[in-house]
């Protein structure tokens, strides 16, 4: 029997803030649906995430922001995954953005906003759904 | 005799455990045997309840029904006592809000110090009768507004405090002889602190009259909201340099509000907020024994902070258990021979994470819940939540309404014309036993550890808080526990509701002040303070009169952090897995 391979995705928390709770709880619930999921800790920058991306070979990055950061730091981590040539990797960020920040996001480079009070389940799904290169099923 | 029962108790989210409490088995009398055979039998016969188990917003299972058998060793001198006395359950003073409403304490900050400068002055015109101050991550992460890191970040989640001159601008025209400040700042609470002890000495306040607080509690931050710079050690030693030094320099000030709020927004149970924050006390206490200070030097200065959830027994059930535990824990572990010692007083805040973006107006009745049950257990000082707070810091219409509803509360519902409404009742007091005999097996386990400094390094706290989080996510999901507007009641809107936006020009201002700044103290005094400092950081003197001289001289916030960092090192949590 031939083994599928694994999504793989890279849940990162960029800028200051600590509130962890959200991104492990993804993170979890990823793993939970059979994904390798390699969480970086907090407080990681633009360049640590990006390069994190390449060197994990991830099908899809999750990103989780609270603090009102967001239009600074993740159009930074879209550009830094376009010029090392990732820039097919899903990113997809969750927390609390703004209704009005979400099409400035989009044409970052963001596949999908998860605002607060998304499930877990509408997460795993989108992730599985739109990731390129692994075959779904 | 030490506490620490050995009985096994439920304490994470496990939909459908039964509590094994340790407490004496029901036993049920023949009337109540009889009703059950006779009368409840043939009504569930009839018309079967909803489901099948009930449990708290924790997951603790209630019964259908308490009666005298689950309160059967149950005694009222010893449980309860008479409010003021020993243990404390029914309140810390004698008349409670008969005597004096709770202080009204909304947390503010957001932009520059003088858009907070303003908000502060605006909300005592509102009747709010204590500040209480929200400093942005670059402050709470010990840098300046202008360092790299803080881009994006300035002035987002609070106000930017970087110097003396930040704070000045900041307190204003605030009378702080007369009202007493509550600073929310942990790793780096000495550095802030004084800043206001210096600021407020400037304004000709003495440090003798002048009473707050500041939050310096690092456990929790480990624990929980992770805003931590330090290793464990140096920082607790910065947490002991501040209780000593402000039990001799500022006797009325609260040093330390040691913190359940940020654990249960973590997505701790009740249970998990009570235990680790009272164990974190026991750590506090112990590390500023060993500094050589006597327990009834400091202790009665010694503040808590809770959360209050939108379950409203179980919350009451925490902070009569909180005042019990305390008392017994400051006078039989620690031998406290003052009753002010033994005191269990704190602050509260509505549950951020109950609210919700969806059906925003929906969370000014979650907030009134929380407050009446805040009130019902007894709390000294209130914050309320604004219902734009699942998006963004409140607009000023936003915290007005909020404050409001702690306003009606006092004025209007009757519920503070007598103490502890709700003792007596067999449902609270026997939650209320359960609370504290399951906070007991906590203490147990994490002595068993060494404390709570190696448990947290072994991140032990924090997997339990992610294991309760991530099973009540789940329970959300299974449409178990219901959340009004989220997985029920769902509505296709909008927010419908303004929210506040703090741009980029905040950064920009507090750059260019930064700049001026250095440009016009006197350098060559910041630089000796800071190198003092240093030196003073790398022995183990007392490190608040080296920091007030950094802060005379106008070093900034990240200058001081800086040559910290550079002596002590940074922290890094044990990896999730």
Known sequence: MMTEPRIRVLVAKPGLDGHDRGAKIVARALRDAGMEVIYTGLRQTPEQIASAALQEDVDAIGISILSGAHNTIIPRICELLRSQGTEDVLLVVGGIIPDEDIAGLKQAGVAEVFQPGASTQAIVEFVRKNVKGVPTG | MPLGLSIEVSKGYKPGAEVESGLPHRQ??????????????????????????????????????????????????????????????RGIHPTMYR????????????????????????????????????????????????HPLAEGEVGKCGVAVSSLADMETLLG??????????????????????????????????????????????????????????????????????????????????????????????GSTAVQELAFTLRDGIEYVEWVRRAGMEVDEFAPRLSFFFNAHSDLFEEVAKYRAARRIWARVMRERFGAKNPRSWLCRFHTQTAGCSLTAQQPYNNVVRTTLQALAAVLGGTQSLHTNSLDEAWALPTEEAVTLALRTQQVLASESGVTHTVDPLAGSYFVERLTLETERACYEYFQK??????MVPALERGYPQKEIHDAAYAYQQAVERKEKIIVGVNDYVTEEKCPIELLVIDESVARRQREKLEQLRRKRDNARVQAALESLGSAASTHTNLMPYILECVRAYATLGEMCDVLRGVFGTYEEPPFR
């Open chain 2, 99 to 146: 005597g004096r409403i709770w202080t009204m304490r909304q947390f503010s900050g957001f932009g520059t110090p003088e858009d907070t400068n303003q908000r502060l002055h605006y909300l005592l015109k509102q009747g709010q009768t204590g500040l209480s101050i929200a400093f942005d991550l670059p402050t709470l992460m010990g840098y300046d507004s202008d």
């Open chain 2, 173 to 266: 025209g605030l009378p702080l002889e007369r009202v007493t400040t509550s600073m929310t700042i942990n790793s780096p609470a000495a550095i802030i602190w004084a800043m206001y002890l210096v600021a407020a000495e400037k304004s000709g306040a003495d440090w003798k009259k002048i009473s707050g607080t500041t939050q310096n509690d690092i456990l929790k931050e480990y624990i929980a909201q992770k805003e931590y710079i330090f290793p464990p050690a140096p920082s607790m030693r910065l947490v002991v340099d501040t209780i000593t030094f402000g039990a001799r320099e500022v006797p009325r000030w609260n040093p330390i509000s040691i913190s359940g709020y940020h654990i249960r927004e973590a």
């Open chain 2, 28 to 89: 049920p009398s023949s009337a109540e045997q009889r009703w059950e055979d006779e009368t409840l039998k043939p009504a569930l016969r009839e018309s079967p309840e909803r489901q099948e188990k009930f449990t708290t917003l924790s997951g603790v299972p209630i019964q259908r029904l308490y009666t005298p058998a689950d309160l059967a060793k149950f005694n009222y001198s010893q449980d309860l006592g008479d409010p003021g006395d020993y243990p404390y359950t």
């Open chain 2, 446 to 451: 994490i002595d068993s550890m060494g404390g």
